[in-house]
């Protein structure tokens, strides 16, 4: 039978998201430390602080080590450019200014041309420049463009481990990054059974201490519902990216407590809210809006969160 009680929200939503995790943390810390002046909130941020503080440690390590990966994914991205679009042309141009192209000579050196050189695994084609350079021997005639082969055959392969380094580091890192993501978040599952006993009378409001918006919309599966789910900053006014004809039915559901509505346009740079021809939004139940009886030239949706201090969220389904 699944479990009613005892189930850890924070530690479910962040399996594999790690940036997820940052912001529960991030978020439930600010909020339990700004209630600092009661005595409750002191404990809860006595306890709470050396997980926060081990999780801020090892995020950063983290996405330190990202960041790192993703300048030297971009440095070697820009040889291997480099390489497709000029490089190998020049190697080419000189190898065909001594030996014809096509003649045996240059079938032995370049059997496939530039092929190897262009395309496939980046390593095969770092061994590509290799084998040619070992291909070219003595020749003295080619002296030349042997040494700018092998130096960029030595270039690449340099931002090549580099670049490897780089991605085992990120590896390392999660791995380090894991194990305070179990702790972090059972302290989070601590603190919200701390904070229902503190607001027994009022539990209401626990979900204040949690970024439970965020929960939400990670907990909720693509399409599980058979809807769209949309997501709403404060105060936003947001063009949905749904195509419709003008013949479906919509069943909209507000998400969360806060207001929202939705409206229609013929134009996609509308910042205001429209005083006429909205649909209020409400938790009560899903309103169902026939979309024949929308204007031909209205196919632009629009969403609103009316609420200026809260994230909202709503839900769009074709019934």
Same mark, same amino acid.
């Given at each position: 039978m699944k479990r009613y009680?005892?189930?850890?929200?924070?530690?479910?939503?962040?399996k594999e998201n790690f940036k997820l995790m940052n912001t529960l943390d991030a978020f439930h810390f600010i909020q339990i430390?700004? %209630?600092i002046i009661e005595h409750f909130f002191q404990d809860l941020v006595e306890v709470y602080t050396p997980f926060h503080a081990a999780w801020e440690a090892g995020y950063g390590l983290y996405q330190s080590?990202?960041? %790192? =990966?993703?300048?030297?994914t971009e440095a070697m991205n820009l040889l291997f450019e480099k390489l497709t679009?000029?490089?190998?042309?020049?190697?080419?141009? #000189?190898? *065909?200014?001594? *030996?014809?192209?096509? =003649?045996? #000579?240059?079938?032995?050196? %370049?059997p496939h041309k530039r092929t190897p050189f262009i395309s496939?695994?980046?390593l095969n084609r770092i061994t590509a420049l290799n084998t040619l350079a070992v291909s070219i021997g003595t020749d003295e005639d080619l002296a030349d463009v042997k040494d700018f082969i092998i130096a960029t055959k030595t270039e690449l392969l340099n931002c090549y481990n580099l670049h490897v380094a780089a991605m085992k580091k990120i590896n390392d890192t999660a791995?380090?990054?894991?194990?305070l993501r179990i702790a972090t978040a059972n302290a989070l599952f601590a603190d919200e059974g701390a904070l229902m006993t503190h607001f027994k009378d009022n539990p209401e409001k626990i979900d204040l201490y949690f970024d439970v918006h965020s929960m939400r919309a990670a907990n909720k599966k693509p399409n599980d519902d058979g809807g769209t789910s949309i997501a709403l900053e404060p105060s936003q006014i947001k063009l949905l990216d749904i195509r419709f004809k003008g013949k479906e039915t919509w069943s909209v559901s507000n998400m969360t407590e806060f207001a929202a509505c939705l409206f229609f346009s013929d134009s996609d740079a509308v910042t205001t809210v429209p005083e006429v021809g909205t649909y209020s939004l409400s938790m009560d139940e899903p309103v169902i809006i026939d979309l024949r009886t929308i204007p031909s030239t209205y196919r632009f949706a629009y969403a609103v969160n009316l609420d200026a201090d809260n994230n909202g969220e709503i839900n769009i389904e074709e019934i």
């Open positions: 009680f005892g189930i850890n929200h924070h530690y479910n939503v962040t430390k700004a %209630m080590a990202f960041n %790192m =990966s993703q300048g030297q679009t000029e490089k190998i042309l020049d190697i080419e141009n #000189q190898i *065909y200014a001594v *030996y014809r192209e096509n =003649s045996p #000579q240059a079938k032995a050196l %370049m496939g695994p980046q791995k380090d990054l894991e194990p």
